[in-house]
């Protein structure tokens, strides 16, 4: 039985692998790089810039830990090629797994001619089942100058063969903070324009609040409730990028300008529609809980269904898909069908500024807006003795609890890392145990997991 799958980013290529030890015959299509966005332009290059940043910003303070040192030098020419050299690396370990495993990856755009065949390069494939994971790409908004050269998306950013000395990013998301943390501890001014009133939108607004706070200190400039008018050259070079902030006019000029407003579903030259597959008015596949789109044994993982934007969730997702396949070969229900399912409610996410940030489950504003009882408890990193130690002391950490059934509503961390912590907190949320459980357990002394037991 064949398995046809479009797009070889985390959640395709994590699922033609699993499928294969089910037995099945896989095929995977990838118009790009093996790996996606992830690897190759997103989650993997950011983090080797992010570490780069992290030491950069302890030598500059080692003085503090009885190290004398200079002003850190940074090769941005080394750094590139670290980055690259990494991408490459984990790219060929993945297409290595695919071909040990017998997956059979084909290379080039793949097109629906009709709800059971997929060509690619104009050879036809039927399949009798096809998963759909082709993920998304930035979404650049229709404003004037948005071509400019120098006004340029993450993955140019990344590209870029020069630091620039002056960097303005327009969008305050994650993708937006990520750089404008990066590229702060590299030596640029930075300048954040965002729409919102304030960081993060998504995130709890207590935890963005304090970020925005940490990220001023280090000298990033924030705009908010800002609407971007244009991006215009400058006379003596460089660009100028124009907004709106409360009835003001206000600019800044810079060397580049990142556009990091979101991203959107990549359907394009796919031509869903000649197997029938319906789209949201947003442009993503419209999928079930079970992944499955409007035709039954098409599904749709990862970004292009528009739910959850995050690697982990598109592998999580491919989980939920080939157990749906595999339940209706059995023609019965899998129970760990059911447990991936439900594990989708609980998808922690994080953003890699210093300090890191990380959530995952209810924010303080969706539980008030769902009407939802709960209680608050809260400690600060400038009391555990691992972060005084590591002189990390800036953050706190939220845990929002029912107070009904004492279960576990939400995380939300600032501080070191906080995303290790908050994944802790995710494993409890998913096994469905109470907060109590969580005061109980014994924590390693001197250890960051000590404060999330500290607001108890």
Sequence with gaps: MRIFIIGAGPGGYETALAARKHGFEVILAESGQVGGTCLNAGCIPTKAYCRTAEILDEVRHSSAFGI?????????????????????????????????????????????????????????????????????????PDFPGNDLPGVVDSTALLDSAELPGRLCIIG????????????????????????????LPAFDQDIARRLRQSLSKRGVVFSLQSMVQSVEPCAGGGLKTNWIR???????????????TGRRPCCEGLHPEAAGIALSDKGAIMTDDRMRTSVPHIYAIGDVNGRQLLAHAASAQGKVALDSILSEISGREKEDSRVAEDALSVMPSAVFTMPEAASVGLSEE?????GISFRVLKSFFRSNGKAVCMGETDGLCKILVSSEDNKILGCHVLGPHAADLVQEVSVLMAAGVSAETLRRAVHIHPTLGEVLQSGF
């Design 68 to 140: 004398t040192a200079g002003e850190p030098v940074l090769d941005f020419g080394s750094l590139r090629k670290r980055k690259d050299d990494i991408v490459s690396g984990l790219r060929s370990g993945i297409e290595s797994m695919l071909g040990n495993a017998g997956v059979r990856l084909v290379r080039g755009r793949a097109v629906f001619r009709d709800s059971g065949t997929v060509e690619v390069e104009g050879e036809k494939f039927p399949a009798d089942y096809i998963i759909v994971a082709t993920g998304s790409a930035p979404a650049i």
């Design 172 to 199: 305050g998301g994650v993708i937006g903070l990520e750089f404008a943390s990066v590229f702060r501890s590299f030596g640029s001014e930075v300048t954040v324009v965002e729409f919102c009133k304030e960081i």
């Design 246 to 260: 409360k009835s003001v006019q206000e600019s800044c000029e810079a060397d580049l300008v990142l556009v990091a």
């Design 366 to 370: 969706s539980c008030k807006e769902k």
